[in-house]
Nanobody, 129 residues
Framework: QLQLVESGGGLVQPGTSLRLSCAAS????????IGWFRQAPGREREQVSC????????NYANSVKGRFTVSRDNAKNTAYLQIDSLAPEDTATYYC??????????????????????WGKGTQVTVAS
């Protein structure tokens, strides 16, 4: 079955950039939509980005649009989240998640939290000066 492992987090200064990775194994990566989520202490988990099976359809939370960029390289079985202009409010554990389905389903970027059925363990991003 599909497994996901996030990496790339760390302690960084405001205004810098990070690229998070989501490495997949155990199934055909290109058969899945990938979503990125984050959860800060004491806050609800929120969806930040989503990408369809081929990388041709993406969407973002309004709070991160313009700073976050999601992409994927199916040949490398990896999805990415580029985060620019990091701010303290970006501090959170970042998770990738996947959902598969018919070609009709996975051709659109749709990542409602309750529909994602495979999750990574998360990578911590801390933004502080």
């Amino acid at each position: 079955q599909l497994q996901l492992v996030e990496s790339g987090g760390g302690l960084v200064q405001p205004g810098t950039s990070l690229r998070l990775s989501c490495a997949a194994s155990g199934a055909r990566f290109r058969d899945y939509i990938i979503g990125w989520f984050r959860q800060a202490p004491g806050r609800e988990r929120e969806q930040v980005s989503c990408i369809n099976y081929s990388g041709t359809d993406t969407n973002y939370a309004n709070s991160v649009k313009g700073r976050f960029t999601v992409s994927r390289d199916n040949a490398k079985n990896t999805a990415y989240l580029q985060i620019d202009s990091l701010a303290p409010e970006d501090t959170a554990t970042y998770y990738c998640a996947a959902v598969g389905g018919s070609l009709y389903y996975i051709m659109r970027a749709r990542c409602a939290e309750g529909t994602m059925n495979t999750w990574g363990k998360g990578t911590q991003v801390t933004v502080a000066s």
